[in-house]
């Protein structure tokens, strides 16, 4: 079924072609969801005193199985709204992102975070600026000055316990903390 599209003009003249840019762009959203039903965009003209040119604003409501999304663009003091076509694009991509992130928890794809370990100061070399805490399965973990919380490396003793969290991406040491918070007192 295709995708039913109302577009209002306020305070503008109709163009034919600014409605062929946003039933275009309005079409390419169905590549993110096959449950989208509806999309009302309304296109507005701004005149504001202070400015040289008229600013145009963008609100696009969307309708995904019984919910509805909006993406509200207002011109504010972005001269680049000045044009139109910029303002329609700037409400599509912000519309495109909620779309996707609804998708995503319905399908339930929401990103999940790890929760932070427990583990315990090994070595450390202040002079340089790093050192290495040992998990609770025995394996190390390098971490930077600049993972550690509130700037508490220099507070760091071998020995202390942390709450860390390790970056998925690997470092030349190996794994590396991207996230460490000093857990005993003094800290």
Known sequence: MPLNVQISFHGMDY???????????????????????????????????????????????LTVAGRLLVADREPGQHHAHEDIYVAIR???DAARRRLQDHMRRLDGRVKQHDAPSIGRIVRLFPDRGYGFLETE??????????????????????GDRVRYVVDPEESEQGAQASTVMPLDAGH
């Open 15 to 61: 163009s034919p072609a600014v409605e062929a840019a946003v039933r275009r762009r309005a079409e390419e959203l169905e590549q993110f969801s096959d449950r989208l039903i509806a999309c009302r965009v309304v296109l507005e003209s701004v005149n504001r005193r202070h400015h040289q040119g008229t600013l145009y604003g963008a609100r696009i409501e």
């Open 90 to 92: 700037d409400a599509f």
């Open 137 to 158: 399965t025995g394996e190390e973990v390098y971490l930077h000055r600049n993972s550690v919380l509130d700037g508490g490396f220099d507070a760091l003793k071998v």
